[in-house]
T-cell receptor, first 112, second 114 residues
Framework: SQQGEEDPQALSIQEGENATMNCSYKTSINNLQWYRQNSGRGLVHLILIRSNEREKHSGRLRVTLDTSKKSSSLLITASRAADTASYFCATDTQGGSEKLVFGKGTKLTVNP | DTAVSQTPKYLVTQMGNDKSIKCEQNLGHDTMYWYKQDSKKFLKIMFSYNNKELIINETVPNRFSPKSPDKAHLNLHINSLELGDSAVYFC?????????????FGDGTRLSIL
């Protein structure tokens, strides 16, 4: 069954603006990962955040995790047209198998 | 240099046929995966192998049979293809098995059943 749900399903912004995507999940996790998928390509790993971490940064990316609300957010600052892609969160299940469960993604369009 | 490569990129075939998809990774990883992404972009794991041994086998019809001749290769054979098998199939790898491992994906095989 699906664990992560991204919100919104689609987001359109202008270059230079910030983009925020959210992920909610149902059961307790050990880790949460964010991936990017450009059209016609495979997924690319962006960042992994552990359940005992609250925030993580990588370049223009900032990920937060709130385990009490079972949610995570991905913020892309100063967006560029090249950031246009679908973004997925992937979660595991605490005490469950080793597999990752992906959400349906947020489709981000950055207009030049 | 492509890290995870899949062949073919496109596969168009008729219902009832048997087909194979090949995957190779040159990252030196121990673990490989097959995922299926449907038309709504929902990505679901099918199988995972660690060093040639099957470790994850989701509820996939037994028409799908993975084979790992060595830890750098994971192939997927599909018998008696059905319309519902139309999807994009992704191969991925990670250094080790486990939920805390980033996964590296190939660019997918787009399977269309006529």
């Amino acid at each position: 069954s699906q664990q992560g749900e991204e919100d919104p399903q689609a987001l359109s912004i202008q270059e230079g603006e910030n983009a925020t995507m959210n992920c909610s999940y149902k059961t307790s996790i050990n880790n949460l990962q964010w991936y990017r998928q450009n059209s016609g390509r495979g997924l690319v790993h962006l960042i992994l955040i552990r359940s005992n971490e609250r925030e993580k940064h990588s370049g223009r990316l900032r990920v937060t995790l709130d385990t009490s609300k079972k949610s995570s957010s991905l913020l892309i600052t100063a967006s560029r047209a090249a950031d246009t892609a679908s973004y997925f969160c992937a979660t595991d299940t605490q005490g469950g198998s080793e597999k990752l469960v992906f959400g349906k993604g947020t489709k981000l369009t950055v207009n030049p | 240099d492509t890290a995870v490569s899949q062949t073919p990129k496109y596969l168009v075939t008729q219902m009832g046929n048997d087909k194979s998809i090949k995957c190779e990774q040159n990252l030196g990883h121990d673990t490989m995966y097959w995922y299926k992404q449907d038309s709504k972009k929902f990505l679901k794991i099918m199988f995972s192998y660690n060093n040639k041994e099957l470790i994850i086998n989701e509820t996939v019809p037994n028409r799908f049979s993975p084979k790992s001749p060595d830890k750098a290769h994971l192939n997927l054979h599909i018998n008696s293809l059905e319309l519902g098998d139309s999807a994009v199939y992704f191969c991925a790898s990670s250094q080790l098995p486990g939920r805390n491992q980033p996964q590296h994906f190939g660019d997918g095989t787009r399977l269309s059943i006529l």
